[in-house]
């Protein structure tokens, strides 16, 4: 595609459930980068994934947050046992190799709304 | 984690004025960027700087690289209606990939 897509672009849920949150990125960047954003705020890194190399997974917040990237597309944030403190925007971006220099491109991201 | 102090968090400005806002780090950055977000969609980029002292800009945007690599400015000139949005610093701290970002500044135009 010409852009980075999400899906869904809005979630409800309940407390408790788990969810899963997806991420396309723009088609032959190898770095792909998950980002919340909570209301009124910046953006707080969550995940980062760089071709095969093991992801940095520094920012994510409990260990109820993993991520997965498969066949170096497409990457899945799953979030299980989900709390409303977990409302947010979740916001995913990729860039051509993961360089400093290199734009990251943003999705649109998803609305996770948590009850 | 290290955040970015942005001021201000609000801008209401008559459409034609100039605009600044800012940002500080207690640490050194090695890139600074400046992103706009619209409503319903993600950050995008508006200028990179990547070094100490460098001044860029992009049409009517101009944005700095301070010398103590610890703060960057955003100005916007003459400003339009369409510059409404949330104007966001970022920048990478260490030679790593993830980007560190300020609170926002939500600018209004009125026409």
């Known amino acids: 595609g010409a852009g980075v897509s999400q899906s869904p672009s809005n979630k409800v849920t309940e407390k408790g459930k788990d969810v899963e949150l997806r991420c396309d990125p723009i088609?032959?960047?190898?770095?792909l980068y998950w980002y919340r954003q909570s209301l009124g705020q910046g953006l707080e890194f969550l995940i980062y994934?760089?071709?095969?190399?093991?992801?940095?997974k520094s920012g994510l917040p409990s260990d109820r947050f993993s991520a997965e990237r498969t066949g170096g597309s497409v990457s899945t944030l799953t979030i299980q046992r989900t709390q409303q403190e977990d409302s947010a925007v979740y916001l995913c971006?990729?860039?051509?190799?993961?360089?400093?220099?290199?734009?990251?491109?943003f999705g649109p991201g998803t609305r996770l709304l948590v009850l | 984690g290290q955040q970015l102090n942005q001021s201000p968090q609000s801008m209401f400005i008559q459409e034609g004025e100039d605009v600044s806002m800012n940002c500080t780090s207690s640490?050194?950055?090695?890139?600074w960027l400046w992103y706009k977000q619209d409503p319903g969609e993600g950050p995008v980029l508006l200028i990179a700087?990547?070094?100490?002292?460098e001044l860029t800009s992009n049409g009517r945007l101009t944005a700095q690289f301070g010398i103590t690599r610890k703060d960057s400015f955003l100005n916007i000139s003459a400003s339009i209606p369409s510059d409404v949005g949330i104007y966001f610093c970022?920048?990478?701290?260490?030679?790593?990939?993830?980007?560190?970002f300020g609170e926002g500044t939500q600018l209004t135009v009125n026409p």
């Open positions: 970022a920048g990478h701290e260490t030679s790593g990939s993830r980007l560190t």
């Open positions: 994934f760089q071709g095969n190399s093991a992801p940095d």
């Open positions: 088609s032959g960047h190898t770095a």
């Open positions: 971006a990729s860039s051509l190799w993961g360089g400093v220099q290199e734009t990251q491109y």
């Open positions: 640490s050194i950055f090695n890139t």
């Open positions: 700087l990547y070094k100490a002292g």
